[in-house]
Every structure is written in structure tokens, then in C-alpha cells.
């Protein structure tokens, strides 16, 4: 395959940027997008041109490192799918390609296509935790949970934190990922008992960090690798309301 | 928490918001049933108005509520604007959704039209800057001096200029509320499906879709059907 790729390039936090051309030769289909990127490095630093810098780290769609906004949907086109699952074959012969890097205001670029996230750590850091000793694993057991609220933490938990939710959203908001990590913890005995306090802190530590307000597009969800449902955007907006 | 960094968080102005959302949506839809009495013919209208009016310091209340709703509605609007626009300062060069919809990427823009028509609309018929229809607003001989709303609509549509910038104005309306009627449930946490599909959507098209129908039904019925033509007529004779 050969294709034509827009590039945002960036050369550090402070430096301009723009969109560069960049030409992907002998590209296979069964390549990941990664690995495409990859091969067009190979190249680029074959040629002394300096390689085109993206997060990357488990590239089994388990770790939420990889980004990456293509053709102006956070992932690329495949639902359900982190870039680092997302193969060539996705795409046709001659194809061109934009690959831009998240952009929010809360979520600076770094280099080229690297952001930085430290907002949602910093969110994390305000509430997403259960403060109490819970036990070891046999405890959990002790305590009866429903089965719909162990599906219901179980789907919010899947969220990896890859910040897909803020990249696709119009409005910039993080209301998936906040909601997803409030909401993991609230279907469960152990992390009910600090919910309100979870919650206050963890929304205004999201305000504080420029996310920006939810305007219901749902756009979040359809492009979430973990398809976490905006559900629990709405159980959040609830809670926070009565709070 | 305190109401003030309830209401300033992203979440309470998304709430204050829907709610405000709410009472204009009930206000639209009892706006449209009163005039719809039109087709009642003008006895019923013209008693409905005079009603209102005889209502006295408590229309002024009334009007001051509605119009303090608005302005929460548009401070709310404004919030929400700026701090998305915040958000993402710099744009995407190649821009893409997946499921969002055209009434929800322009809520803003419908939403400030149906603003201009509204204060338009105001001046046209309440502050009235169109001689034809003062005489009919404050008509001479009969006591009490009660204005002709019938006839007062039947002139006035009876410009087509007029019922077609209001014809518009209800289809951004039906848009802005296509959205707004349908969002205001997950704003305010009673969805519970996400996208997914959800009686609630189904309510919002069904309430956007009644406003234009029955308020579209009227500029339609006076120039297409001659709907008051002949009371004008006599009306406007009397004088
Ligand atoms: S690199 Fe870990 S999820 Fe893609």
C-alpha cells in the first residue's frame, strides 16, 4: 500500500506547529496503524529526517497509551478499537490519512503527536480511590453485589484512560472518563461509602483542569475503545445535582 | 455543596440550563395552545386575551419570571460557549463525528435566532410599531377598551413577509428543540441508555414536531385558507 499522510508535527511544547506531507511507501495490510507509523520512521531516520513522534506502550489495547486522531475520529474507524489494534486494512491504496494529536487545552502536546495527560492523573488524585482498607481479595466475596451493579462497575472500569472521550468530544469535555471512574466506584459497596466526596472533587478537579461542558453529542462513546456508554455521564449528572 | 459552586460548576450550568429549558418548553407549548384558539373563532380568542390581560399585576409576574428563565437559559447558553471554546483552543484540521446530530452542533446558532425572532416578534405585536395593527389594539367607541387579538393576528399574517419569517422561526425552533428536549434528560440524569435509543428521543421529535405543526398552522391557515379574512374585512370597515 501506499499512502499519503498529514502529519501534524510539533518540534516541543512551545514551538509551533502545522500539518507536514509525508508519503508512507510499502505498507502492508496486516500492518497495525502503529506499525505503519513505524515503518515511516524507519524511513524518515534512513533519509535524516527526524521520525514522527507518537505515544505508544502495550499495543494490545489494554494500557490506554496510544492516541491518536485520524481522519478526525479519535482511534480511526474501527469501533471499539484502540490505534495500536487498528491494522491497514481499514484503509485503501493511495488513501490519505490525517493523523493529528488530541487536542484540548488540558491536554498540552508535548512533541508532534505526544500530549500530555497528566490532567486525568490529577484528576485521579482528587477522588478515584477508595480510602478505606477493603481487604484482600476473599473479602471482596464477603460482600453480596447484585449482579446488574457488578456489570455496571465492571463495564465503567473497563476505561482505560486513553482520553479518546476528550479528543472526539466538541466541546472538549472529560465527562466520560470522569464519569466512568466515578461511576466504576459507586456501583460497589466499598467505594459508595465515599462517593459524594468522590464526586464533588473530582468534577471540580476536572473544571480546574479546562475540560470543557457536556453537551450530550455523544460522540464520547462512539468512539470509546472500551464502548463505555454515556450512562454514566447521566447517573454522574444526577448524583452531582441531588449532592 | 454550595449552590454557588453548584451552579458555576460545568454540571450546574448544563442544569440550570435544562431546567430553565423546561419552563420555556412549557411556556412555547401553552403559548401555542392559547393561540391556537384562533380556530375558534374571534369570541373565544379575544375572551382568552382579555382573560390574560384581566389578570393584571399578576401577568407582570408572570412576564418578570419568564423573562428572568431567559436569561438563565442564554447566561447558561454563554457559559457553556465560552468554556467549550476554552477547551479546545486550537481546531482540528481535518474535523469528524461519528453520532452527533446537525440540531445538536447548532444549537447556539438556532438558539440565537430564535432569540431575534422573539424580541422581533415582541415589538411587532406587544410594543407594536405597525400603525395597521395599533388601531386594532386600541380600538375606539366600544368600553372596555380590549385590543382585537383576532384581528390583530389575521392582519398581521396576513403579510407574507411576516408569516414566512415566522414559519422560519418555528423550524429553528423545532431544531433547537429537537435537541434541547431530548438532552435535558441526560443533563439532568433521567436517561439511562447513553446514545442508545430511548423514549426520550422519541418525546423530543414529537414535542418539536407539534410546536411547528400547530404554531406553522396558523400564518398557513390565515394566507392560504383565508382564515379572519372577512371579520378584518368588516373590522377594519367599522372603523
Ligand atoms: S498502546 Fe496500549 S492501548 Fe494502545
Redesign the interface.
Known sequence: MELTLHVWRQAGPDQPGRMEIIRATGISEDMSFLEMLDKVNDDLIRDGVEPIHFDHDCREGICGTCSLMINGIAHGPEEGTTTCQLHMRSFQDGDSIYIEPWRSRAFPVIKDLVVDRSAFDRIMQAGGYVSINVGAAPDANSIPVPKEDADLAFDAAACIGCGACVASCPNGSAMLFVSAKIGHLAHLPQGRVEHERRLRAMVAQMDKEGFGPCSNHFECEAVCPKEISARFIGEMNRDFIRC | ?SLT??LT???????VMAVSGVLLMLFVLGHMLGNLQIFLGPEQLNSYAAHLQGLGPLLWLIRLFLLAVLAAHVLAAI??WR??A????????????????FA??T?LLSGALVLAFLIWHLVHFTVVNDPALAALKHPEGAEPHHPDVYAMVVAGFSHGGVSLLYILAQILLGLHLS?GA??L????????????PSRVDLFAKAFAGLIVVGNCSIPIAVLLFGLGEDYLFSVLHAQ
Open positions: 455543596m459552586s453548584k460548576s460545568s454540571i450546574g450550568a448544563k442544569a457559559k457553556v468554556d467549550s476554552a477547551a479546545r483552543p486550537i481546531p482540528y484540521s481535518h474535523p469528524g463525528s461519528v453520532q452527533t446530530t445538536a452542533r444549537m435537541h431530548a438532552s434528560f441526560q443533563t439532568l440524569g433521567l436517561r439511562r441508555t447513553g446514545k442508545a
